[in-house]
T-cell receptor, first 113, second 113 residues
Framework: AQSVTQPDIHITVSEGASLELRCNYS??????LFWYVQSPGQGLQLLLK??????LVQGIKGFEAEFKRSQSSFNLRKPSVHWSDAAEYFC???????????FGTGTRLQVTL | SAVISQKPSRDICQRGTSLTIQCQVD?????MFWYRQQPGQSLTLIAT?????????ESGFVIDKFPISRPNLTFSTLTVSNMSPEDSSIYLC??????????FGPGTRLTVT
């Protein structure tokens, strides 16, 4: 069975600073990987995904993520954080045809002005 | 991307009663899922809603407690039966499109008193 670990429960960064959120997965084959963002009281919004091909994927809102098979990681990055990026971020892995997703426990991002 | 709506958006229910949550998608989709997000927690898959057949439940979830219907390719319902305070959660419907991207509805926030 697949699993996802997000080691950082809470991260605080200053507006304009760079951001990296960590995600490690466990899955025997090539995984389908996703990052979602959940703002307070909102549903989940898909930021980006990796299925195959280029290991550096671009998403919405200026986010990118890099798939590293050797490290079983799929870390999310943003070069310059905006105050509106404050939210909960979830990494997820899907097996096979990306049907059933297993989510990490999430990382809460706080942005200071 | 698919547009997903859920009804109700929130409800407060008494212990022992049942609530049916509706999920409507603006396009036909093969795969629909129901997730639960308990307060301050990550998302957990309840079941896959199969069109024209019984839902497929994940470990720890049973049909008697969470009956699901999927009468067509754009609609599904989840019923939370014989509710207890432990059922207080956000319930989210999701769909997987042909590009293997999974989108989520806005969620139904349920409080059981």
């Amino acid at each position: 069975a697949q699993s996802v670990t997000q080691p950082d429960i809470h991260i605080t960064v200053s507006e304009g600073a760079s951001l990296e959120l960590r995600c490690n997965y466990s899955y025997g084959a090539t995984p389908y990987l996703f990052w979602y963002v959940q703002s307070p009281g909102q549903g989940l919004q898909l930021l980006l995904k990796y299925f195959s091909g280029d290991t550096l994927v671009q998403g919405i809102k200026g986010f990118e993520a890099e798939f590293k098979r050797s490290q079983s990681s799929f870390n999310l990055r943003k070069p310059s954080v905006h105050w509106s990026d404050a939210a909960e971020y979830f990494c997820a892995v899907g097996a096979g045809t990306a049907s059933k997703l297993t989510f990490g426990t999430g990382t809460r991002l706080q942005v200071t002005l | 991307s698919a547009v997903i709506s859920q009804k109700p958006s929130r409800d407060i229910c008494q212990r022992g009663t049942s609530l049916t949550i509706q999920c409507q998608v603006d396009s036909q989709v093969t795969m629909m899922f129901w997730y639960r997000q308990q307060p301050g927690q990550s998302l957990t898959l309840i079941a896959t809603a199969n069109q024209g057949s019984e839902a497929t439940y994940e470990s720890g979830f049973v049909i008697d407690k969470f009956p699901i219907s999927r009468p067509n390719l754009t609609f599904s319902t989840l019923t939370v039966s014989n509710m207890s305070p432990e059922d207080s959660s956000i319930y989210l419907c999701s769909v997987r499109d042909r590009d293997y991207e999974q989108y989520f509805g806005p969620g139904t926030r349920l409080t059981v008193t």
